[in-house]
């Protein structure tokens, strides 16, 4: 090093110091690369995945994903390309200072300047002789961001501050080199100072990160209409989840919409909890009941009914893969199998979900075994297991730390080093495998070479020299009532099934940066779970009783920008069985299933038998082109984005002029030909296809409007062809498609 040149250069620094240029904690005495190197590298996008932190690097310099990897980032700075990147003899001569000015051409332009506090601390830090990350280094443990929470009006702006605090027990002011990131940008948006600015209403987060920590503050901007009193009034709280939502919607000054009719609560609840219609004769009863208390016996008749089973088995058969595509067709009958008889005996989603991951023998004998046939590797079952069972994706960490998230790279081979001895061999007989713990092997963390203690997230390290079954602390700790992932995860998943829009978009997203629209009501409801013992008609039962879920979907002016609040009962397309199945229900003509797409057109054996219901198949590797439209999943990958609702151009051609409604409607002994055949006067015959399709009575308008028509047929024929159009209209109506 240039002795001669250091203390001048030293006085310098000092001088900035007074004048305020520099952060204090940036004394010449001690810079530390981990501390606050890495923080400026990753604050200017200098190891972003856009610049030098990408896999490849750029033009031949290469950082890991925002400073995760101190060594392998200081050994490229100072010791890659002959160490050409600094100059320890003239720290300003440095290529990594006259990049970032752009003293130099730099593809990536100017960074910082001269006369920036950052460039005084990566020049002292290059005078001081480029010292590298040393073992006693401070350890970052935690960031706050303040105010954490703060109410703001249209076009007010906020500054945030953050604070670092290190496990020495300092702490330090980091706002200046944290990157921010808006979470609603329709609400708030955020610069790279950490400025907020309110640009719309509602509520909108920020998420600051420093040194792999996050936290979160939260933006509210409540609507300027007038207040509607008698709306708030009117919304008298039945449980916990009408007290968290009335309190979010006076927090906003949303007023919630009034509360359904009979008429639309037996068909939405019938459609959500067991994904078919009410019968007319069902309706009828339902509207001529006059207690009190008749929806709250409704609800218990359906959470008790045989196509509850059909319904949720479908369910969970989504999300843990079953597909014969994957398996063969007996290991796929018996994961099905599995799974509905958990779903009859109503196993607590504990206890299904321990005896998963622990599952071991024949995969014909014990179902859940198939799990480990679909997931074969340790790095994919971690993956799966998180977005499953904790409703977040651990995969960014397996290259690097998660940028959004605040798993590490050595947490995740930790965690994937639970599944390293889980094996497989064959079986006795044909298709059959057999699951078992061995009790060696362990997979190795690619950074560091060796293989990392097997440890849950955010939990006691299992020991990596004991023999017994890594799979069983797994599951101890990830079923544990006071694991909040765990109850939130699976909380979103059923909410989202009752009100189209999860407390968490999407259900397989619950990382930190990614904020519950309620988090006090996603707690709540958990917590209401895990003390009913993770029963889920507990929670399915405490989500119908709701005045919440009773909602009107009819929006308010004032609510009708609301999306994520419910204020209102959420309109929703049917999903793709559910659609098929009540086309199928009203014009009593059943779908008929082939076994799979390989044998779709072997005619005479290849289907399952006639009657059974989509929402009955075990397996999604059956044809049928009207599923495909409308969005089933292929069950290839553990993700809710396999589903979509999206609509289409190929949707709407197939309502209007495919083969499935209009066939079933030509039929020769379907549900016109019935009503037909009864010899009942229009009036009637009318009144049962609108309680068919709508669960509802025709108002006077259309109820005029049709018998007209048909009392202007004469020929059998053609008052057949005008009743067809009659049931056409209505499945192909917004109200027959959607849940409302």
């Known amino acids: 090093m240039n002795l001669r ?125 480029a010292p590298g990350p040393l073992e006693n280094d401070a350890r970052i443990q935690r960031i706050e961001v303040s105010p954490a929470h703060v109410t703001l009006k249209a076009g007010q702006t906020q500054p945030l501050k953050v604070t670092a605090f290190f496990n020495n027990g300092k702490s330090e002011d980091v706002t200046r080199w944290a990157k921010y990131t808006a979470g609603n940008t329709s609400v708030a948006t955020v610069d790279d100072d950490g400025k ?82 009410p019968t007319p004769e069902e309706t009828r009863t339902f509207l001529a009941d006059a207690k009190a208390d008749k929806r709250d016996r409704l609800i218990e008749q359906l959470l008790q009914r045989p196509e509850f089973v059909d319904f949720w088995s479908y369910k969970w058969s989504d999300l843990l893969l079953v597909n014969s595509d994957k398996l063969p067709v007996q290991p796929m009958w018996s994961y099905y199998q599995w799974i509905r008889r958990n779903v009859e005996l109503n196993t607590p989603w504990d206890v299904m979900v321990r005896d998963l991951l622990t599952s071991t023998g024949s995969t014909l004998e014990n179902g859940a075994g198939n799990f480990f046939t679909l997931h074969d590797e340790p790095t994919r079952l971690a993956e799966t297991v998180s977005t499953a069972f904790l409703g977040m994706s651990i995969a960014c ?30 079986g006795g007989v044909t298709d059959e495998r057999v699951i078992f713990a061995a009790t060696e092997g362990d997979i190795v963390q690619p950074l560091t070479g060796r293989a990392q203690t097997p440890t849950p997230l955010d939990a006691k390290p299992v020991s990596i020299t004991s023999t017994k079954d890594r799979r069983v602390p797994l599951a101890d700790w990830l079923t544990a009532p006071e694991n909040p992932w765990f109850s939130r995860a699976i909380t979103n998943r059923v909410w989202k099934n009752f009100f189209s829009t999860a407390l968490v978009e999407s259900v397989d997203d619950l990382r930190m940066t990614n904020p ?95 009657g059974y219901r989509a929402l009955q198949l075990p397996d999604s590797n059956t044809v049928s082109y009207f599923l495909n439209s409308f969005g089933r999943p292929d069950r290839v990958q553990t993700c809710d984005c396999e589903r979509t609702n999206e609509p289409s151009m190929a949707q709407a051609l197939h309502i209007a002029n495919g083969d499935t409604m209009n066939q079933k409607l030509k039929e020769k002994d ?51 062809l005008a009743l067809e159009d009659v049931f056409w209209g209505l499945m192909s109506s917004r109200e027959f498609l959607f849940n409302h």
């Open 196 to 277: 907020v600015k309110v640009v719309g209403r509602g509520e909108g987060t920020v998420t600051a990160w420093y040194l792999s920590q996050l936290a979160i503050a939260t933006i509210t901007v409540p609507y300027e209409h007038d207040v509607l009193a008698k709306a708030f009034e009117a919304f008298k709280p039945r449980n916990v989840i009408d007290e968290r939502v009335k309190e979010k919607l006076v927090e906003l000054n949303i007023p919630p919409s009034e509360r359904c009719t009979d008429a639309e609560f037996i068909r939405r609840a019938f459609l959500d909890v067991l994904g078919i219609l």
């Open 5 to 129: 040149m250091r203390p001048v250069f030293s006085v310098s620094i000092q001088l900035l110091g007074c004048l305020g240029l520099i952060a204090s904690s940036a004394s010449a005495a001690d810079i530390s690369f981990r501390n606050q190197v890495q923080p400026l590298l990753a604050r200017y996008g200098c190891s972003s995945g856009a610049c030098h932190g990408a896999a490849a690097g750029q033009g031949g310099f290469r950082l890991s994903l925002r400073g995760y990897d101190d060594m392998g980032d200081y050994l490229s700075i100072t010791r890659s390309a002959q160490g050409r990147r600094i100059t320890l003899e003239d720290p300003s001569r440095s290529l990594l200072l006259m990049k970032a000015t752009k003293a130099v051409p730099h593809k990536g332009g100017e960074k910082i300047k001269a006369d920036w506090p950052e460039y005084q601390i990566l020049a002292e830090w290059i005078a001081q002789g």
């Open 516 to 610: 519950a629209s309620n988090e006090k009501l996603l707690s709540d409801a958990a917590a209401h779970l895990a003390k009913s013992k993770f029963d889920l008609k507990a929670l399915m039962r405490l989500i119908l009783q709701s005045e919440t879920y009773q909602r009107s979907s009819v929006a308010l002016p004032e609510n009708k920008d609301d999306t994520r609040f419910y204020s209102r009962y959420y309109p929703r397309r049917l999903m793709a069985e559910v659609m098929l199945d009540s086309v199928s229900q009203v014009t009593a003509v059943p779908t008929k299933f082939n076994m799979d797409k390989r044998n779709a057109n072997k005619g005479i054996g290849a289907g399952y038998p006639m």
């Open 670 to 720: 379907n549900r016109v030909a019935a009503l037909l055949a009864s010899g009942k006067p229009d009036a009637e015959i009318l009144e049962q296809a609108y309680l068919l399709c709508l669960s509802r009575e025709p108002t006077e308008k259309e109820r005029a409007g049709v018998l007209k028509v048909l009392a202007e047929v004469k020929s059998p024929e053609d008052r057949r």
């Open 397 to 426: 960490a397996k290259c690097h730390n998660h940028p959004m998230e605040k798993w590490t790279n050595d947490q995740y081979f930790a965690f994937a080093n639970l599944f390293s001895r889980v094996r497989a061999k064959n």
